[in-house]
C-alpha cells in the first residue's frame, strides 16, 4: 500500500503557484520523498526528491516539514502544461520498485 | 534528455501474435528494471521485476509465460507480449532507478490488439 495521502484533485490559474500537498506521517528516518507527474499518455517524470531539507530546482520546490511528516510540492509559475496527476512516494533510494498512490490531479487553467 | 528510453510507443498487432517492447538506460547501468501496465485513469500496476543476468520476478497475478521478460545486459531489458488477445490492450511503462536520482521512466508503448 502507498504510504502517502494526497488529495484527489486539484485546480490552479496559469501564472500562480500550484501547492501541492502530502501527507507521509509514517514516513522512516531513511525515506526519501519523491515527487513525480504524469502527462497523459505519457510516462512518469521525475520532478524533485528530498530528504530533509527543502530542494529546489529548475521544475520545482519541495518543502518537507521538520517533524517529516508531509510535503508540499510548489510549481512557482504554472502553465497550462503543468496539468498532469502528480504523485508524492516515499522511499528509501534503493533499488526496489517504487509503491505508487492514486496521485493529485492538477488541472492549471487559463 | 531522457535517461530511459523505451520502444515503441505505439503498436497495434492482430490478436494471437507476439509483441516485442524494448526498455534501455541510457546513461546509467540498470541491475534493475520494472515493468508496469496502466490502464485508464488508474495508477501504475507492477508487473514484473527484470533483473540483469537473472529471471524476472512476477507480481502475483501476472502470468510470465505471457510476459516474457529479458535482462540481457546492463543497459537492456524487453518485454514480449505473447499470443495477444484483446484484453492485453494497455499501456506499458518500464523504469529503472539510479542511485541518489531516484528512478526513471520510459516514454511509455500503447498496445492495442485487435
Redesign the interface.
Given at each position: 500500500d502507498a504510504k502517502t495521502t494526497q488529495p484527489p484533485s486539484m485546480d490552479c490559474a496559469e501564472g500562480r503557484a500550484a501547492n501541492l500537498p502530502c501527507n507521509h506521517s509514517t514516513i522512516s528516518g531513511n525515506e526519501y520523498v519523491y515527487w513525480y507527474r504524469q502527462i497523459h499518455s505519457q510516462g512518469p517524470q521525475y520532478i524533485i526528491h528530498g530528504l530533509k531539507n527543502n530542494e529546489t530546482n529548475e521544475m520545482a520546490s519541495l518543502i518537507i516539514t521538520e517533524d517529516r511528516k508531509s510535503s508540499t510540492l510548489i510549481l512557482p509559475h504554472a502553465t497550462l502544461r503543468d496539468t498532469a496527476v502528480y504523485y508524492c512516494i516515499v522511499d528509501m533510494d534503493s533499488n526496489y520498485q517504487l509503491i505508487w498512490g492514486a496521485g493529485t490531479k492538477l488541472i492549471i487553467k487559463p | 534528455g531522457a535517461v530511459?528510453s523505451?520502444h515503441p510507443s505505439r503498436v497495434i498487432c492482430k490478436s494471437g501474435t507476439s509483441v516485442k517492447i524494448e526498455c534501455r538506460s541510457l546513461d546509467f547501468q540498470a541491475?534493475?528494471m520494472?515493468w508496469y501496465r496502466q490502464f485508464p485513469k488508474q495508477?501504475?500496476m507492477?508487473m514484473a521485476?527484470s533483473n540483469e543476468g537473472s529471471k524476472a520476478t512476477y507480481e502475483q497475478g501476472v502470468e510470465k509465460d505471457k510476459f516474457l521478460i529479458n535482462h540481457a545486459s546492463l543497459t537492456l531489458s524487453t518485454l514480449t507480449v505473447t499470443s495477444a488477445h484483446p484484453e492485453d490492450s494497455s499501456?506499458y511503462?518500464c523504469?529503472a532507478?539510479s542511485?541518489?536520482?531516484?528512478?526513471?521512466?520510459?516514454?511509455?508503448t500503447?498496445l492495442t490488439v485487435v
Open positions: - | 530511459v523505451q541491475t534493475t520494472f495508477s501504475l507492477l521485476t499501456f511503462i523504469s532507478r542511485f541518489g536520482r531516484g528512478a526513471f521512466f520510459g516514454q511509455g500503447r
